[in-house]
């Protein structure tokens, strides 16, 4: 029997970890191939984040994204391809696919949780699908939402009024619809007239209010402060009841821009370019051009539908046309 010294054996107490790290590299390659590989990642953190107005607390909830194929061709109906792509590539942005966000917004203070649109439900497209999951990652209870605020009916604003089983997804809250929203989508004349596909989200619009009691719906007049703090400001053109918002608290204030631009690397630097989404693409300039100098000249803050998350940040004039300043994230309310 060989005896051990002292220092030996601390020695090779010593030498074991290094030699525990050198195994992978001994082992033959048909034994480290039978080591299982860690899967990657496939989704992101939780996609929410808070701001506050004066007293009141926003949760911006990244719903998700889609992605516009080809936005050099269409996407822009009074610009050309060349002009489109040459304001995607000074964005730093694909020209052969654009992705636009999408981000509701909830608005808590008072005892009131208040919802700003409600994203896709995860019924339109499997990229923007994560509404439920990132409130839920957020601390926000469908059943405790008080109020769904609808700035226009949109189908990936709307679409998260209901489940995939058509139920009411928001059981206790009053839904509050621009009057003049309402008074088009409802109209069956304006539905007959439509074209087939348009007539499709007609019926789309009307099943997800349908799931929910008509003394539930109240409609709003277009200069209507909903609940404290919040006052609904009319901004057709997108559509006919377009509306966004303006909150208010403690002297804060931020503008809810709702669907006044799509992606700002387009229609903020470019005000005069009409959106194919646009019903009426010359009222939606004015209404952008006169919201934009308003929060320029104002310093306000200001959150959009479709801007990259979490869509906080300023709009200040440019020579030609407006920028978009994101905010500073912070990890502080």
């Known amino acids: ?15 074991a970890p290094v030699a525990a790290s050198l195994l992978p590299h001994l082992l033959p390659a ?6 299982p590989a860690a899967a990657p990642a496939t989704q992101q953190a939780p996609g929410f984040y ?3 107005v004066g007293d009141l607390v926003v949760t911006r909830i990244n719903d998700g994204q889609f992605a516009r194929p080809k936005p050099t061709e269409g996407f822009v109906r009074n610009a050309s391809a060349e002009e ?3 304001a995607l590539r000074d964005a730093y942005l694909p020209t052969e696919a654009l992705t636009i966000p999408i981000t509701f ?5 008072g005892g009131r949780t208040v919802l700003l649109d409600v994203g896709t439900g995860g019924q339109l497209m499997p990229t923007a699908a994560h509404g439920a999951r990132n409130m839920a990652a957020a601390g926000i209870d469908p059943a405790g939402v008080t109020h769904v605020v609808i700035s226009h009916f949109h189908p990936d604003h709307i679409g998260g009024l209901t489940g995939a089983d058509g139920k009411a997804a928001y059981p206790n809250a009053e839904i509050l619809v621009p009057e003049a929203e309402w008074a088009f989508w409802m109209d069956d004349g304006a539905m007959s007239r439509a074209p087939e596909a348009m007539q499709n989200t007609f019926k789309l ?3 997800r209010f349908a799931a929910y009691p008509a003394e539930r719906v109240r409609r709003y007049r277009s200069d209507a402060e909903l609940v404290p703090g919040i006052q609904a400001i009319a901004a057709p053109g997108h559509t006919p009841g377009h509306t966004v918002y303006g909150l208010s608290s403690g002297g804060k204030q931020l503008m809810v821009l709702s669907d006044t631009s799509n992606h700002p ?3 903020v630097r470019n005000p005069g370019w009409h959106a194919v ?6 009222l939606a300039e004015t209404n952008r051009r006169k919201l934009f100098d308003r929060v320029a000249a104002d310093r306000a803050p200001v959150v959009a539908y479709h801007f990259p998350f979490p869509g906080v940040g300023h709009i200040r004039a440019r020579e030609r046309g407006f920028e978009y300043e994101p905010a500073p994230w912070s990890s502080e309310l």
């Open 1 to 15: 029997m060989v005896k051990l010294s002292r220092r030996t054996a601390l020695g090779a107490v010593a030498a």
């Open 30 to 35: 048909a034994a480290q191939a039978q080591q």
């Open 50 to 52: 808070r701001t506050k």
């Open 84 to 86: 489109v792509a040459a």
């Open 105 to 109: 917004m909830a608005v808590q203070g």
């Open 205 to 207: 619009v009307r099943g």
């Open 265 to 267: 690397a387009l229609f």
């Open 277 to 282: 989404f646009d019903m009426d693409p010359t």
